[in-house]
């Protein structure tokens, strides 16, 4: 099995449970033997955090209601893998990228964990190599 291959395997399976978990305890909650339907705040408490800022928290649930009726098969994820658009530190320490929360998340397979730390060994040298022109790094970059 390809490397890439892999990887999308573990991503699409972690996607699917994700989504269907969501969607599943998005549409049936018992409390005290009474079935309700819970919101998107409910399923997602960070959302209610005092850091976290919505401007229109009925429109953030019915897109995220859109987003698990679509299904695992619809959603396409942007990651920051490069802090472009996130915070670098926080507290004075280094913040992981979406990659490096991945490959220390305990739910995921060990094989996956260890597949992505070897790729980060290979690749991320390639990346910030200082000598190596740009039209070299590319392929590189896009097969990681």
Same mark, same amino acid.
């Given at each position: 099995?390809?490397? $890439? &291959?892999?990887? +999308? ?5 972690? %996607? ?15 409390? $005290? ?15 209610? $955090?005092? %850091? ?5 928290? &009925? ?5 995220? +209601?859109?987003? !698990? @009726?679509?299904? @695992?098969?619809?959603?396409?994820? !942007?990651?920051?893998?490069? =802090?472009?658009?996130?915070? =670098? %530190? =926080? $507290? ?18 060990? *094989? ?14 390639? &990346? ?11 392929? *590189?970059?896009? &097969?990681?």
């Amino acid at each position: 099995m390809a490397k $890439n &291959e892999s990887l +999308r395997i573990v991503l699409g399976i972690g %996607t699917a449970a994700a989504v269907g978990i969501i969607g599943f305890g998005y549409f049936f909650h018992y409390r $005290n033997g009474r079935k309700r339907i819970l919101t998107v705040f409910d399923m997602i408490p960070e959302l209610n $955090n005092p %850091t976290v800022r919505i401007k229109d928290r &009925e429109s953030v649930e019915r897109k995220i +209601r859109q987003i !698990i @009726a679509g299904g @695992a098969e619809k959603l396409q994820v !942007i990651s920051d893998f490069d =802090h472009t658009i996130s915070k =670098h %530190t =926080h $507290n004075g320490k280094i913040v992981p990228t979406c990659y490096g929360i991945l490959e220390s998340y305990p739910l995921l397979p060990q *094989f996956y964990r260890e597949k992505a730390k070897g790729y980060r060994a290979h690749y991320y040298p390639i &990346e910030f190599d200082p000598d190596m022109p740009v039209e070299a790094k590319r392929p *590189f970059m896009v &097969e990681w």
